[in-house]
């Protein structure tokens, strides 16, 4: 049973930065695909970001390619998204969730964090 635990989310103005970090409670951190994903209340669950046990594999959706960068520590049980240049639009709760399958859709992940509040003003 991972236990994930996002933070680092909070207010922006549009055009900073924020980097939100999740932590794993589970030994074996490292065995799992871990993605970040971002959703609006009233609207289905978006992919951001997802990254290889290794950490050699990431794939970017389109919306964020070139703004957001996945990372992971498994020495530290960390995965983090470093976002930048950020939108109005942007504004979300933004979910860590972790999986044994590589996937981009959130159906192939087990576990998620609770969330953390992203709201970026104009």
């Known amino acids: 049973q991972v236990q994930l635990v996002e933070s680092g989310g909070g207010l922006v103005q549009a055009g900073g930065s924020l980097r939100l970090s999740c932590a794993a409670s589970?030994?074996?951190?490292?065995?799992?695909?871990m993605a970040w994903f971002r959703q609006i209340p009233g609207k289905e669950r978006e992919f951001l970001a997802r990254?290889?046990?290794?950490?050699?594999?990431?794939v970017y959706d389109d919306s964020v390619k070139g703004r957001f960068t996945i990372s992971r520590d498994n020495a530290k049980n960390l995965v983090d998204l470093q976002m930048n240049n950020l939108k109005p639009e942007d504004t979300a709760i933004y979910y860590c969730?972790?999986?044994?399958?590589?996937?981009?859709?959130?159906?192939?992940?087990?576990?998620w964090g609770q969330g953390t509040q992203v709201t970026v003003s104009s």
């Open positions: 990254i290889s046990w290794s950490g050699g594999s990431v």
């Open positions: 969730a972790a999986s044994r399958t590589l996937s981009i859709h959130s159906v192939a992940y087990g576990y």
């Open positions: 589970e030994r074996t951190f490292g065995i799992y695909n």
